[in-house]
């Protein structure tokens, strides 16, 4: 059973940089597809980042640029690097993992969630 604790979310200043860590326990993360997440209050989940077995990333377009995804496999660690935040970043994060995902950023391909860590950018 794949458990995903977030963490390294806070409130940080337009033009800031955080980095967000998700930890996997219960499957070798090698292994997964994994994928980062965002819901703002009154909004919809959606896709920002993904990064497949072998290490390909797909990025929703809004961040292109800005956010960087990886995985340290030897950690079992996912991880969101954020730079340039702008106030539309807001919003609560999660990681998801899955062993396939046919549709990378759509929520509904992925099996195991996180609780989410808040983001908040002013």
């Known amino acids: 059973h794949v458990q995903l604790v977030e963490s390294g979310g806070d409130s940080v200043q337009a033009g800031g940089s955080l980095r967000l860590s998700c930890a996997v326990s219960g499957y070798d993360a090698l292994y997964l597809c994994m994928g980062w997440f965002r819901q703002a209050p009154g909004k919809e989940r959606e896709g920002v980042a993904y990064?497949?077995?072998?290490?390909?990333?797909t990025y929703t377009a809004s961040v292109k640029g800005r956010f960087t995804i990886s995985k340290d496999s030897s950690k079992d660690t996912l991880y969101l690097q954020m730079n340039s935040l702008k106030p539309d970043d807001t919003a609560m994060y999660y990681c998801?993992?899955?062993?396939?995902?046919?549709?990378?950023?759509?929520?509904?391909?992925?099996?195991?969630w996180g609780q989410g860590t808040q983001v908040t950018v002013s």
């Open positions: 990064i497949d077995a072998d290490g390909t990333t």
């Open positions: 998801a993992a899955t062993l396939f995902a046919r549709i990378p950023l759509m929520p509904g391909n992925y099996n195991y």
